[in-house]
């Protein structure tokens, strides 16, 4: 039995397996191609923007090496830490309605009934149209006294509102914006999570009497939050980095109101040309992404049930 | 009566007249003759076969700009490649390359309102002067004298030095709807305190007019600003002495009147609004008055955008409590110090700021020319949409135009500090802490740009 040639075949490979890897033999030279690009596309960007950082470098002048002196004054300045709590605002309410609502949708779009097809298409629309010309059209309904929105709320009896002209509303108004966009890419992730979903726990629980609420709270939801998770994971990198639709609507105003860092950041680069400060914001916001980056993937992995 | 007037003029008074033409013309022939001749032997082919870039912002000046360029080449025998870049991009592509020290245009429109100072210190542009004084590359028709005080003045450097032609001037005034002031029988503003009684009476919430409207949008808030503060006969930043004039007795006043205006007669939301949401405000017949650039005017008398058409008054901006002057802006033309097509470069910028090409501008409606003579020109003001008034007010406004913004370097910033406290005065934060905060802020990245 032992000369069988699946047997021979398994304790070859594993012997391969177990052999340490051997650099005389050329085999990275398979990998170098790819090797270079990371470097070049990614590591030689990433290092060359943390060398700027502690450098006071303005475009047009000259480089002078300051040690960490870019960052502390970024915590001294208090345009930044305001832009840091926006950052933090706008996206926690861009990831949290967006996931509830898009579980809703998901839920809903999950059953069967007529012309489920053709409404689902025209709820993911918003999700195909450009960010820039979507802000463009926002901001026209949004004009106080012309805008179709405030002529909808007359409509109905409500006062009208100041959108995102007001210091007040601007910023739940551009997360407005923001959900009606990508709520659907949420449901998107989340009916592909309902549709590989296991039948068995639902017969199960059907014949043990479990009604529709106890039926999702206890199966589908624990089932679901794997996807959630992912969709979690995409929408709080995506929200963290929205400069677009920020910057065409509202240009981080009224005043600093909807200032985010990455409007900030836009400033002190592009209008300032300031890049040694510039690049610090980037060495802080990058740390930040990454950061909670692992928390939600090291969350994800609590959750996960399919693997 | 014509055939008896026409018999009264004697043999006598034929003959004097003749004489005294003859004498005139042997005393002016010589003149003309030779201007027409040096006009004549004027070498524009001198560098034919050369191509050159150009890099010109989009706007519909740039657009009259390169309908011209076929004649230009058909002229002096260059070819033209030209690009047209959204403002904000034009201004980070001229930073990135001329830093770069090699760029890749050999003209470029620089907005003088921001770029001046920062063209000049980076050595991104040739000093005209020496161009001008040669005789060899300079049209003897090129006439510098026409250029207006106000664009020579933007154009012209501390020490004297012409970095670019002036093309195109912008002036601040007040745009207003002649139907409502005569409706409830007010007379245009007599002084800048005046505007908030105009405005006052004008205000109409519960039928959605208001009674005056301007940027509120920090950044572009400045030159609402600082043109009240031209009314106190001060500059931001006094462009003698480089003393800041931001947080005195005359910037509260003029920060005082802004606050007011934008918040007791202005629609909802100014505090968001940039001249395009002003401009559709008073277009829709929602606001009164406008306190913005006249370059704005053309959507206002087009019947397809507006519900204004031929109610729109153009006023000159009214006097403050010191001085008369109009917030002005411009663009001019340069050569990139890099470029080495600058003989044919030179040939470009004269042919498009000459006579005909600003008359065109001012024909199109597309803006102020920089040059005078435009105006001047009766088929210029006779073939445009715009009525007589506007004309009025932008050679009103050359007569009294003045920076709007400060020629310094750190112009962005200065935009988005000033901007921010301005704004903050919407809010209902007191404009004296505003920006005395601003000041301090803003006063050492004034020094550092003045050092470095």
Not at chain 2, 429 to 438: R, S, T, V, W
């Amino acid at each position: 039995m032992t000369d069988s040639p699946a047997l021979a075949a398994s304790a070859s490979s594993r012997k391969l397996a177990e052999k340490p890897y051997d650099f005389s033999r050329k085999y990275w030279l398979f990998a170098l191609p790819a090797v270079i690009v990371v470097l070049s596309v990614i590591v030689f960007p990433w290092l060359f923007t943390v060398f700027m950082s502690v450098n006071d470098w303005k475009i047009g002048g000259g480089m002078d090496f300051v040690g960490l002196d870019n960052f502390r004054t970024l915590i001294a300045d208090e345009r930044f830490r305001e832009s840091l709590f926006i950052t933090i605002y706008f996206t926690i309410l861009a990831v949290i309605i967006p996931i509830v609502l898009g579980t809703v949708a998901a839920l809903v779009f999950h059953r069967e009934f007529p012309f489920r097809g053709l409404l689902r298409t025209i709820f993911v629309m918003p999700m195909m149209a450009t960010p820039v010309a979507v802000a463009l059209v926002w901001k026209m309904m949004f004009h106080p006294q012309l805008g179709v929105l405030n002529y909808l709320l007359s409509l109905v009896g409500i006062s009208p509102s100041e959108w995102v002209f007001s210091t007040s509303t601007v910023i739940p108004t551009l997360v407005m914006v923001e959900v009606w966009h990508w709520t659907p890419l949420v449901m998107l992730i989340l009916l592909g999570g309902l549709a590989g979903m296991p039948t068995e726990p639902y017969e199960s629980a059907k014949i043990d009497g479990a009604n529709s609420w106890q039926m999702f709270r206890f199966i589908t939801l624990p089932l679901l939050w794997p996807y959630i998770m992912i969709a979690l994971v995409i929408r709080t990198i995506d929200a963290l980095k929205v400069f677009d639709i920020i910057f065409v609507i509202s240009e981080g105003g009224p005043g600093t109101a909807s200032e985010t860092l990455n409007i900030f950041l836009y400033l002190q680069a592009f209008q300032f040309y300031k890049i040694g400060y510039s690049s610090a914001v980037v060495v802080i916001f990058f740390t930040i992404i990454v950061a909670l980056s692992l928390v939600l993937l090291y969350v994800r992995q609590k959750t996960k049930w399919n693997a | 009566m014509t055939d008896k007037r026409t018999s009264d003029v004697t043999r006598r008074q034929l003959l004097q007249t003749g004489a005294s033409l003859s004498v005139l013309g042997a005393v002016g022939a010589p003149a003309i003759i030779s201007a027409a001749n040096a006009q004549s032997s004027f070498n524009w082919k001198q560098a034919a076969g050369q191509q050159i870039d150009v890099m010109l912002v989009k706007n519909p000046r740039s657009d009259l700009l390169q309908a011209a360029e076929k004649e230009f080449t058909e002229l002096t025998g260059i070819k033209v490649s030209s690009e047209q870049i959204p403002e904000q991009q034009q201004r980070q592509k001229a930073m990135i390359e001329f830093s770069s020290g090699r760029p890749t245009f050999d003209v470029t429109m620089l907005a003088l309102h921001v770029q001046k100072r920062l063209a000049y210190k980076g050595k991104w542009v040739e000093d005209l002067r020496p161009f001008i004084d040669n005789p060899a590359i300079t049209n003897p028709n090129f006439d510098l004298a026409d250029f207006s005080a106000a664009g020579m003045n933007f154009a012209r450097q501390a020490d004297g030095a012409l970095t670019t032609i002036p093309h195109f001037v912008d002036f601040w005034m007040l745009y207003y709807n002649k139907e409502m002031f005569d409706k409830k029988g007010v007379a245009y503003p007599t002084s800048m305190e005046n505007i908030i009684k105009v405005a006052q009476q004008l205000n109409d919430p519960s039928n959605g007019v208001y009674g005056f409207v301007s940027r509120g949008l920090k950044n572009a808030n400045i030159p609402v600003w600082t043109s009240w503060l031209l009314g106190q006969g001060l500059e931001t930043i006094d462009p003698a002495t480089g003393k800041l004039n931001t947080d005195g007795e005359a910037a509260i006043w003029a920060a005082t009147l802004y606050r007011d205006l934008n918040k007791n007669y202005a629609p909802p939301g100014t505090i968001g609004f940039n001249w395009n949401e002003c401009q559709t405000s008073f277009m829709q017949g929602r606001a009164a008055m406008w306190l913005d650039g006249i370059g704005f005017a053309t959507p206002l008398e087009d019947p397809t955008k507006s519900k204004v058409v031929g109610k729109v008054g153009y006023g000159v901006t009214p006097p403050g409590p010191k001085a008369h002057h109009s917030a002005t802006f411009a663009d001019g033309l340069g050569i990139s110090r890099a470029s080495t097509k600058k003989t044919a470069a030179w040939l470009y910028i004269q042919f498009m700021t000459g006579k005909k090409e600003q008359i065109a501008m001012l024909k199109a409606g597309a803006g102020c020319p920089a040059r005078m003579s435009a105006f001047a020109d009766p088929e210029a003001t006779k073939s445009s949409t715009f009525s007589k008034q506007y004309f009025d007010c932008l050679q009103s406004s050359a007569k009294i135009g003045r920076p709007g913004l400060p020629q310094i370097i750190p112009v962005t910033e200065f935009r988005d500090i000033f901007g921010v406290a301005l704004t903050n005065t919407l809010s209902g934060a007191d404009p004296a802490a505003e920006l005395k905060k601003a000041t301090e802020i803003f006063k050492p990245v004034l020094e550092k740009s003045e050092q470095g």
